[in-house]
């Protein structure tokens, strides 16, 4: 199982960071050692200041594919949810100033919040649903797939080009604007259309 993470698909959060707007998907992996394992606390790791959380729907592959192409996207996948791809700031900030990979600050343990996951039928149309994160019950970022620059479909195809998909892979499909560090005792909460998937305490 692997986690394929797309960055800069929404243009506030490209804008909020002071990034150059891609003009295709950024790509970036986690290995399955960065799923936060179920019922335990996220740790802030040692070797960060700044550890910004970013929600983001989430998409778990159902069968084998390789040159997906767009119209037969759909078929890859059953489920979606929400999650968190937690990112060292201040070490990402340090490895993009040197050219270097953001793997230490995207991939390190615990990095990856998966929520429970529901079956897309159960939406009227997936390129038009509202996720949110809240701190300690306040809304800290809310965003809706209509603004993605790259549709989940879009982006199953694109991956799919570089990575054979597996059962199980999960993609990362970006997140809004909105991403501010977290601190010890704050507790996380998720949700997709209104419905909770995921709720994590920081320590």
């Keep these: 199982m692997k986690i394929i993470c797309i960055g800069r698909n929404y243009t506030k959060h490209i804008a909020e960071l002071r990034n150059e707007r891609p003009t295709e998907p950024v790509v970036f992996m986690k290995p399955d050692s960065a799923v936060l394992l179920k019922q335990h606390p996220f740790v802030i790791p040692e070797f960060s200041e700044d550890i910004h959380h970013e929600i983001e729907i989430i998409v778990k ?5 390789k040159y997906i192409e767009p119209k037969f996207a759909h078929k890859y996948y059953d489920e979606i949810s929400v999650g968190i791809d937690f990112t060292a700031r ?3 900030d340090k490895l993009k100033a040197k050219g270097l990979p953001w793997e230490k600050a995207k991939a390190f343990d615990g990095s990856a919040v998966i ?3 529901l079956p897309k039928n159960q939406f ?4 038009n649903i509202t996720f949110e994160l809240t701190n300690n019950n306040k809304t800290v970022q809310i965003g809706n797939s209509s603004h993605m620059l790259w549709k989940i479909d879009e982006l199953i195809s694109y991956v799919s080009q570089f990575f054979t998909l597996k059962i199980g892979d999960i993609i990362f499909t970006g997140t809004p604007e909105g991403v501010a560090a977290v601190k010890p005792d704050d507790v996380l909460e998720g949700f997709l259309e209104g419905q909770q998937l995921f709720r994590i305490q920081v320590k």
């Design 90 to 92: 201040d070490l990402q």
């Design 61 to 65: 592959i159902n069968k084998v594919g």
């Design 115 to 117: 929520g429970e996951f």
């Design 124 to 127: 009227s149309s997936l390129e």
